[in-house]
């Protein structure tokens, strides 16, 4: 029998996240603490396309980011075939929202960057899911109807960054520091996890301080509500395994049950 999947919401850090010890190895103690999945699904701030779309198993991988050391476009991610978790999610899909099934995209780094530290032998099926609207509201409900994947080994990540506001960065240093816009709406969204308040988190654009610097695009802070719809419990407080910052933005990370 496969063992209960938690669901987790992770930000996911650019490539030179992979030579970061403190970073990483949070990252890598987390998978090594969680069940090992049968297989991952996992939907990434870096994919925003509608209808629902599904990456193609054995396809490279999409390096979708510039100004990084060459080293990081020659890397890969080669996991095992995840057809049949593709073919399962389009199943769960309700008539009239189709499921688009790409042929040759591969993960993005918002996939295959955390991915790599968190299961470094590229030895479980990954399925990269599109994140088809910015509504909180849909992407719980999608994360609703993806739930029952967690009573069949399936770990569901939400990849984005709980502060993302790139524009208004003036250091580029790991250690750099942390902006007030970026501290206020990462304590703001501390707080709200903490009580489980869902609505507030949902009504981000009204009551988050930090807006719009911490999210002047909001698909980094998006990725969470499907995790929170996958949740059991959507309003239960889940556990904020991985907090701090990184280049002044929030890396806060959520694990749901």
């Given at each position: 029998m496969n063992a209960r999947m938690p669901a987790l919401y992770i930000g996911h850090g650019a490539p030179p996240l992979?030579?970061?010890?403190t970073w990483s190895g949070q990252l890598a103690a987390w998978a090594g603490d969680l069940p090992r999945p049968?297989?991952?699904?996992?939907?990434?701030?870096?994919w925003e396309s509608a209808p629902v779309s599904?990456?193609?198993?054995?396809?490279p991988l999409v390096y979708d980011f510039g100004g990084f050391a060459p080293k990081y476009y020659r890397m890969t991610y080669e996991t095992p075939d995840a057809s049949a978790l593709a073919?399962?999610?389009a199943a769960m899909m309700p008539t009239g929202e189709p499921v688009h099934q790409h042929t040759s995209r591969g993960l993005d780094h918002g996939a295959w960057v955390p991915l790599k530290i968190m299961y470094p032998e590229a030895d479980v099926p990954v399925l990269q899911m599109s994140l088809p609207t910015d509504d909180p509201h849909r992407l719980m409900k999608l994360g609703e109807?993806?739930?029952?994947?967690r009573d069949e080994g399936v770990l569901i990540i939400g990849s984005g960054f709980l502060t993302h506001g790139l524009p208004f960065l003036t250091?580029?240093?790991?250690?750099?520091?942390?902006p007030g816009w970026s501290r206020?709406?990462?304590?703001?969204?501390?707080?709200a996890l903490t009580r489980g308040d869902v609505d507030t988190l949902s009504d981000y654009r009204a009551k988050a301080p930090g807006m719009p610097y911490a999210h002047p695009t909001v698909e980094h802070y998006t990725p969470l509500f499907v995790?929170?719809?996958?949740?059991?419990?959507?309003?239960?407080?889940?556990?904020?395994?991985?907090?701090?910052?990184?280049?002044?933005?929030?890396k806060r990370s959520l694990q749901v049950a």
């Open positions: 992979l030579d970061d010890p049968k297989a991952i699904l996992i939907v990434s701030a870096h599904l990456s193609a198993s054995g396809a073919q399962r999610v109807r993806l739930r029952p994947l250091e580029w240093r790991i250690d750099a520091a942390v206020d709406f990462d304590l703001w969204a501390a707080d995790t929170l719809g996958a949740a059991t419990t959507p309003d239960d407080p889940g556990a904020q395994v991985i907090d701090g910052y990184w280049m002044g933005l929030s």
